[in-house]
């Protein structure tokens, strides 16, 4: 192999090997390169994963946080609950909250006892008291001072005879009371049953003097009904006062006391109240005072011995409502004040600033704005308060007494039928009780004529079972269950279920002929 040759052969080795330099290099460039890719692509799955769990920890923070928040809302709400029942406990007065009715005959004494009892409770002052004297004097009417106490227009001072029924309150050491007082003449005896409805406690008041307990007692007199309608109207209680034992007719005679006890026992036996446990009797002189705050001095009456009047009404014990029951507030009456204001008696349930109720039976809904006990603004108020309650959504105009403010979720039942049990009493000339029967009827706080559909059945009232044959009619001292009928619609509930929304009486020409209750609601009559 000459030189040229020799020299061919290398140039070619060193191109193959150039070529496989190459080779070595593209493929180590590839290879690089591919692993950049992967790296990049490793890189780019890691930050995936990364947010993926990022994300995840995010929503677990943020769903923690939402619950914490949740938890925090429950809390607050549950502690402000718990500050609401306890700033309720702490508004409600540890005193217990009676309703007191004044009852009798015209000219007992019922505002002038009421009127003595504030002016002894320090709710009337001296220089008040002066001006009353003052002002009886001058209408020659001296004695009555003490009822311009109770008798607050001038009518009633006029004529010396409540009309309205007045309202005041006092505090005992254990007891917060409202004293309603009402008319004693028969003219306004719809008065008095709108103020017995509201009551708990009965307070009869009967003149010792000469005359007087029998004119109120005989027939026609004022106190046998009075005591008739406040046990048909829910009265349990009744303290019977033996008033004006000071009367120089009297003076404190145990005899006369002895009389009036001994006469007025077996009525009120009659008139369904357990004489030993629901009624007490009690000699007191309200225009003096005498045996009401303090008992009476044994130099004054050396043969009592029990109780002054407000031990009496201390020691009352009446059954309790349920504060946790469906809410039911009669409307007795209603006005304009920076919205509508209703006012009545809790009888069952408890109200609440803030509340969504429903006035029955034409089924506004509103809202509660605020709450009055007698004067002051309460949060809430209990069964047996006499309230004040602003309301939203409904014009005064579109309520009527009667009207009845009610839960939402349990409503008062509304109708304009229904069947009840009646006692006839007295119908008026000897009239017989028919079907066509027609009457005014007072249930709570409505007053609606009514017409008695049908007689059921005649209760025999030995036995308190129905009697087997059919009944037409009925005379005075029967016991019938019939069906009532009323013109519009009204709010009551069956006497079982609520006693306060199921009792009644049925009225004729000023008249009381029959006392009932409710037993059996025609819902679709309304």
Same mark, same amino acid.
């Given at each position: 192999?000459?030189?040229?040759?020799?020299?061919?052969?290398?140039?070619?080795?060193?191109?193959?090997?150039?070529?496989?330099?190459?080779?070595?290099?593209?493929?180590?460039?590839?290879?690089?390169?591919?692993?950049?890719?992967?790296?990049?692509?490793?890189?780019?799955?890691?930050?995936?994963?990364?947010?993926?769990?990022? %994300?995840?920890?995010?929503?677990? =923070?943020? &769903?923690?946080?939402?619950? /914490? $928040? @949740?938890?925090?809302?429950?809390? +607050?709400? #549950?502690?402000?609950?718990?500050?609401?029942?306890?700033?309720?406990?702490?508004?409600?007065?540890?005193?217990?909250?009676?309703?007191?009715?004044?009852?009798?005959?015209?000219?007992?004494?019922?505002?002038?006892?009421?009127?003595?009892?504030?002016?002894?409770?320090?709710?009337?002052?001296?220089?008040?008291?002066?001006?009353?004297?003052?002002?009886?004097?001058?209408?020659?009417?001296?004695?009555?001072?003490?009822?311009?106490? %109770?008798?607050?227009?001038?009518? =009633?001072? &006029?004529?010396?005879?409540? /009309? $309205? @029924?007045?309202?005041?309150?006092? +505090?005992? #050491?254990?007891?917060?009371?409202?004293?309603?007082?009402?008319?004693?003449?028969?003219?306004?005896?719809?008065?008095?049953?709108?103020?017995?409805?509201?009551?708990?406690?009965?307070?009869?008041?009967?003149?010792?003097?000469?005359?007087?307990?029998?004119?109120?007692?005989?027939?026609?007199?004022?106190?046998?009904?009075?005591?008739?309608?406040?046990?048909?109207?829910?009265?349990?209680?009744?303290?019977?006062?033996?008033?004006? %034992?000071?009367?120089?007719?009297?003076?404190?005679?145990?005899?006369?006391?002895? $009389?009036?006890?001994?006469?007025?026992?077996?009525?009120?036996?009659?008139?369904?109240?357990?004489?030993?446990?629901?009624?007490?009797?009690?000699?007191?002189?309200?225009?003096?005072?005498?045996?009401?705050?303090?008992?009476?001095?044994?130099?004054?009456?050396?043969?009592?011995?029990?109780?002054?009047?407000?031990?009496?009404?201390?020691?009352?014990?009446?059954?309790?409502?349920?504060?946790?029951?469906?809410?039911?507030?009669?409307?007795?009456?209603?006005?304009?004040?920076?919205?509508?204001?209703?006012?009545?008696?809790?009888?069952?349930?408890?109200?609440?600033?803030?509340?969504?109720?429903?006035?029955?039976?034409?089924?506004?809904?509103?809202?509660?704005?605020?709450?009055?006990?007698?004067?002051?603004?309460?949060?809430?108020?209990?069964?047996?308060?006499?309230?004040?309650?602003?309301?939203?959504?409904?014009?005064?105009?579109?309520?009527?007494?009667?009207?009845?403010?009610?839960?939402?979720?349990?409503?008062?039942?509304?109708?304009?039928?229904?069947?009840?049990?009646?006692?006839?009493?007295?119908?008026?000339?000897?009239?017989?009780?028919?079907?066509?029967?027609?009457?005014?009827?007072?249930?709570?706080?409505?007053?609606?004529?009514?017409?008695?559909?049908?007689?059921?059945?005649?209760?025999?009232?030995?036995?308190?079972?129905?009697?087997?044959?059919?009944?037409?009619?009925?005379?005075?001292?029967?016991?019938?269950?019939?069906?009532?009928?009323?013109?519009?619609?009204?709010?009551?509930?069956?006497?079982?279920?609520?006693?306060?929304?199921?009792?009644?009486?049925?009225?004729?020409?000023?008249?009381?002929?029959?006392?009932?209750?409710?037993?059996?609601?025609?819902?679709?009559?309304?």
């Amino acid at each position: 192999m000459d030189i040229d040759e020799k020299k061919i052969v290398d140039i070619e080795e060193e191109i193959r090997s150039l070529q496989l330099d190459s080779a070595d290099t593209t493929e180590m460039i590839a290879e690089d390169n591919n692993g950049v890719v992967n790296a990049e692509d490793e890189i780019a799955q890691h930050e995936e994963l990364e947010k993926v769990d990022k %994300m995840e920890e995010d929503s677990k =923070e943020v &769903v923690h946080n939402q619950a /914490v $928040e @949740v938890e925090k809302k429950v809390k +607050e709400k #549950e502690n402000s609950a718990l500050d609401d029942e306890a700033a309720f406990e702490k508004e409600l007065p540890k005193k217990r909250h009676l309703n007191v009715v004044f009852i009798g005959h015209v000219d007992a004494g019922k505002s002038t006892t009421g009127g003595q009892i504030l002016f002894l409770s320090g709710q009337v002052d001296d220089r008040t008291i002066q001006k009353y004297e003052k002002e009886a004097k001058d209408k020659s009417r001296e004695s009555w001072y003490m009822a311009y106490i %109770m008798d607050t227009n001038e009518e =009633e001072r &006029v004529k010396g005879k409540t /009309v $309205e @029924v007045g309202r005041a309150h006092f +505090e005992t #050491e254990m007891t917060r009371f409202t004293i309603l007082d009402a008319p004693g003449h028969k003219s306004y005896v719809p008065n008095m049953i709108s103020g017995a409805s509201q009551a708990d406690v009965g307070v009869l008041v009967i003149s010792a003097r000469k005359g007087e307990f029998e004119t109120g007692y005989e027939r026609g007199g004022q106190t046998r009904e009075h005591v008739q309608l406040a046990k048909t109207l829910g009265v349990s209680k009744l303290l019977v006062v033996v008033n004006k %034992m000071d009367d120089p007719t009297v003076n404190w005679s145990k005899e006369r006391y002895d $009389e009036i006890e001994s006469k007025m026992t077996p009525f009120l036996k009659l008139s369904g109240y357990n004489v030993k446990k629901d009624v007490q009797f009690l000699p007191i002189s309200g225009l003096i005072g005498t045996n009401m705050k303090t008992r009476v001095d044994k130099s004054v009456c050396s043969w009592w011995g029990g109780p002054c009047l407000f031990e009496a009404l201390d020691a009352t014990e009446i059954p309790q409502r349920d504060p946790k029951g469906p809410f039911r507030m009669p409307i007795i009456d209603k006005f304009k004040d920076m919205g509508t204001v209703v006012m009545g008696k809790v009888e069952s349930g408890s109200v609440r600033e803030g509340d969504s109720m429903v006035v029955m039976p034409n089924k506004a809904h509103v809202k509660v704005l605020a709450v009055f006990c007698d004067e002051d603004k309460v949060k809430r108020a209990g069964p047996g308060e006499n309230v004040r309650v602003r309301l939203s959504g409904v014009e005064e105009e579109d309520i009527l007494s009667g009207f009845v403010l009610s839960s939402i979720s349990r409503p008062i039942p509304s109708v304009s039928e229904f069947e009840a049990q009646l006692q006839i009493l007295e119908l008026l000339d000897n009239a017989i009780f028919t079907a066509g029967y027609k009457a005014v009827l007072h249930i709570h706080a409505v007053v609606e004529e009514c017409e008695i559909v049908e007689l059921l059945q005649q209760i025999d009232p030995k036995t308190k079972k129905p009697m087997k044959r059919k009944v037409l009619f009925v005379k005075n001292g029967a016991f019938v269950v019939c069906r009532v009928q009323v013109n519009n619609l009204i709010c009551i509930e069956k006497f079982s279920d609520f006693p306060q929304l199921g009792r009644f009486t049925l009225r004729t020409e000023g008249k009381t002929v029959a006392v009932g209750k409710v037993t059996g609601l025609n819902l679709s009559s309304a």
